[in-house]
């Protein structure tokens, strides 16, 4: 009988909706959090809210490491947390990881 928790394709799905998911906080949700914290230090952005996204939506398209570094951080945060605390958790057995 397998184990359920180890299905490979529910870790698949569940990691690609999780990555995903993230990837719309990066696209929709993280501008906004820098467009506010912008609006508040440097004042309105020319061209508004929807200026902002139309800039950053082309810099994506454009290829901008910049840009895709921003979008990509939630993920790339998430990941960076999950693999530190895989590394100084305690092994579960008595073999070294």
Known sequence: MPDEKNDIGRILKRELLL???LLLAGILVL???VYGVG???FGDYPGGPAGF???IWAA???G???TWFLVLSP???LTAARLT???VRRPRSGKPA
């Open 19 to 21: 990555a995903l998911g």
């Open 31 to 33: 501008p906004a959090a």
């Open 39 to 41: 609006f508040l230090i």
């Open 53 to 55: 996204y139309g800039e």
């Open 60 to 62: 994506l398209a454009d």
């Open 64 to 66: 901008n490491g910049g």
């Open 75 to 77: 993920w790339l945060v």
């Open 85 to 87: 605390w895989r590394g």
